[in-house]
Every structure is written in structure tokens, then in C-alpha cells.
């Protein structure tokens, strides 16, 4: 009786540090972008209360994801939300049609997620975008945020330095936490300065927005091609490389299905898009989460039981951030990016021969241009793939 007992117990200890990886990786997961996330629906014409239907069902889909999917398949597969996508829609704005065209565009790249898991060619095309033009195209939308801490410092000292510092500080100290740390501070910033006006937290118990979407050639363009080019390169092959990296080898058209399937359910109540973990998957996937590979499997599973439990804190989020200076909630959000930005570069940059078709969509990007309706991100990708094709074909003649 003794000895099955000490086993039960071994094999319950078996599983502590899995779970506890998981609830790390779903805790710095949410806390670094949460803001941004809310920041990028309000920006796109969400009322606060639309804001916080679509948080919460953001994460709501991807803690079923999470557990449904390796509990289903044995394999570290984390699910998480698209940070490239929330990056990009704070920078794009209110389309014409409002927030029902954004949904309609959360709808479209949904849909194209789900194609490209259906249609193995489509997939092919995807993964043939060259990763030094994925990445700046990425540099390029998150630059102008990236600013946004420095301008908040110019603009709002007094509130803006206090969250800059505790960044600092964290790098120095605890690396890994500077962002949640930063946004705790945020918060304490903004529990002692914003003032909610009378009513705001009613209602702010969880709650389900409907949204009836409506399709717009602006804001399928604009926001919904983009979301899904930048999903499936900066997210869901990120993703796929990190398992890979860590011996796990994953069919990829049923994530994608799935994850298509959950995006579009989430677009209908003002969420944006599900994807494949890339940062936080290193947690769950690595030997962080156990050193027998085997053994990995529950840290999604506990990741999803955490955003399960963040949802329901989402309406009264979203209440803050709606009451609270914009510079500031995306100064928290540009700090929270700043590494994503640091890699996208390096990425961009690595190679020598890609480097200026690389920067030429870099800077397209930045610029924030639109022509014909078209966003900037779709011209620099456009760009960056015609000039490195030239460069080529010029290199195979001169042969």
C-alpha cells in the first residue's frame, strides 16, 4: 500500500512542473498584451463593452484549444492570440463601416486560415513568403507603436516614467517579468489617477457581445488580408518551427483548421484572431516544462485552464483601459513589443542578400500609406517580394 501510494505521489509530482510552466506561459502571455489587445479593438471602433466580449472570447478559444488539442494529441501544442494582428489593427483605424467591417475582416482571415489547412497548395504559398520579408513586414506595423512609450514619456512624464522604470528595472532584475511588471504598474497607475465615469462598471460582470458583421472591400483589404499574412508568418509557422525545434512534429492543416474554425466564432462576438503559439510555445514545448519531451503534454492544458479563468476579468479590463490616457495604454503595449520587434529585425536583417528588399518593405510599411484602400503592410510585402525577385533574375543573367 506504502509503495502505491509513493508512486501516486512521484507521479503526481511528475506533473507540477508542467503545469506550473503552463500557468507561467498563460500568465505572461496575457499580462504582457492584454492592453494591447483591448487598446487595438477600441481603435477599430469597439465600444468598451465590445472590447471586452472580444477579450474574453479570445480567451476563452484559445484555453479550449489549448486543452482540447493536447489532450487529444499528447503533444505540447500551444494556442495562443495573435499579437502581430492587435499590433496591426491599433495602427490601422477605424475602417469605413466601423466595428461590424472589422468583424467582417476577422471573418475573412479566418476563413483564409481555414482554407489554408483544406487547400495544401495554399499553405505552400504562405510558407513560400520569405521570412526576411514576413519579418519586416512585421518591423514595419510595429514601429510606430514601439514609439509610443518615448512619446508618452514626452507627453505624460508623471504617469509614463514610473511604468518605464519598472520595465527597466525588470530587464535588470527579473527578465522574463519586466512586462507583467510593467503592466502591474500600469495598473496601479492607472487605479490611482483614472477615474471612471458614474456607471462604467456596471455590467462589467462577463458578457457576450454580438456583432453582425458586414463586409467591406476597405476593411477586407485593409485589415483582414493583412491579419491573415501576418498571422501565418509571424504566428502559426513561428509556431510550428518552435515544436519542430523541440522534436515535436505536429500535422499542421488540422491547427490551422481548428484555429480558423475558433477565429471566425470569435470574429461574431468581437474577437480577433486564434493562432499557434510562437513566444509563449517555447515555454510549454522546451525543457522548462519537463525534461522528458514526453511528459510536456499537460502545460497547454493547464496554459488553457489559466485563460479560462483570465476571462473572466476582461469587461472590467476593458472598462479601464477605455477610461484611461490612449499614450499610455500603448506606451505598456510598445514596451510589451519591443522585443518582438528587436527579433523581427534580426530576422530581417540576417541576410545579405535579402537585407534591402527587406528594408524597402520595412520602410513601405512604417510609412503607413494607403493606395487604392490598400493598407501600407500589403504594398511593402508587395514591394519587398518584386525587388527581391529583380535582384534574382539580374544575379541568374549576370551568371
Not at 509513493?6 to 503552463?22: D, F, I, K, N, T
Not at 480558423?260 to 462576438?269: F, P, R, T
Not at 513566444?279 to 492544458?301: M, V, Y
Amino acid at each position: 500500500m506504502s509503495e502505491q501510494v509513493l508512486g501516486q505521489a512521484s507521479s503526481g509530482r511528475e506533473y507540477v512542473q508542467p503545469v506550473m510552466a503552463g500557468a507561467l506561459a498563460a500568465v505572461v502571455g496575457y499580462a504582457s498584451t492584454f492592453t494591447l489587445v483591448l487598446a487595438a479593438l477600441t481603435a477599430s471602433g469597439a465600444s468598451p463593452q465590445q472590447a471586452g466580449s472580444g477579450l474574453m472570447t479570445v480567451c476563452i478559444a484559445i484555453g479550449l484549444l489549448n486543452i482540447a488539442v493536447s489532450a487529444r494529441v499528447r503533444l505540447p501544442v500551444s494556442f495562443a492570440w495573435s499579437t502581430p494582428a492587435a499590433a496591426f489593427l491599433l495602427t490601422a483605424g477605424e475602417p469605413v463601416g466601423g466595428f461590424p467591417a472589422v468583424a467582417g475582416a476577422f471573418l475573412v482571415a479566418a476563413l483564409l486560415i481555414l482554407l489554408t489547412g483544406l487547400i495544401r497548395p495554399l499553405a505552400r504559398l504562405v510558407a513560400a513568403i520569405p521570412a526576411p520579408i514576413a519579418n519586416a513586414m512585421l518591423a514595419g506595423m510595429l514601429l510606430p507603436l514601439c514609439l509610443a512609450p518615448i512619446t508618452a514619456v514626452s507627453e505624460v512624464p508623471a504617469l509614463a516614467l514610473p511604468i518605464l522604470l519598472a520595465w527597466v528595472l525588470g530587464l535588470r532584475f527579473a527578465r522574463r517579468y519586466a512586462v507583467p511588471i510593467a503592466v502591474v504598474v500600469t495598473g496601479i497607475v492607472l487605479a490611482l489617477t483614472t477615474h471612471l465615469p458614474a456607471g462604467a462598471l456596471d455590467g462589467s460582470w462577463p458578457a457576450f457581445v454580438p456583432v453582425m458583421p458586414i463586409f467591406t472591400v476597405d476593411a477586407i483589404t485593409r485589415i483582414g488580408l493583412p491579419i491573415y499574412v501576418v498571422t501565418m508568418a509571424s504566428q502559426n509557422l513561428p509556431g510550428l518551427a518552435v515544436l519542430r525545434a523541440n522534436g515535436f512534429e505536429p500535422k499542421p492543416g488540422p491547427l490551422f483548421v481548428l484555429t480558423g474554425l475558433a477565429s471566425g466564432a470569435s470574429a461574431l462576438l468581437g474577437g480577433h484572431t486564434s493562432n499557434l503559439a510562437a513566444i509563449t510555445a517555447a515555454i510549454c514545448a522546451g525543457p522548462e516544462a519537463h525534461p522528458d519531451p514526453g511528459r510536456r503534454w499537460p502545460a497547454p492544458i493547464s496554459a488553457g485552464a489559466v485563460y479560462l479563468l483570465l476571462a473572466g476579468g476582461a469587461s472590467l479590463a476593458a472598462a479601464f483601459i477605455a477610461a484611461s490616457p490612449p499614450v499610455l495604454i500603448q506606451a505598456v503595449a510598445g514596451l510589451a513589443l519591443l522585443s518582438s520587434l528587436a527579433g523581427a529585425l534580426s530576422g530581417a536583417l540576417a541576410d545579405e542578400e535579402t537585407r534591402l528588399p527587406a528594408v524597402f518593405t520595412f520602410v513601405t510599411t512604417a510609412s503607413g500609406i494607403s493606395v487604392l484602400a490598400i493598407g501600407a503592410p500589403f504594398w511593402g510585402l508587395l514591394g519587398g517580394i518584386a525587388i527581391l525577385l529583380l535582384l534574382r533574375s539580374d544575379k541568374a543573367t549576370s551568371r
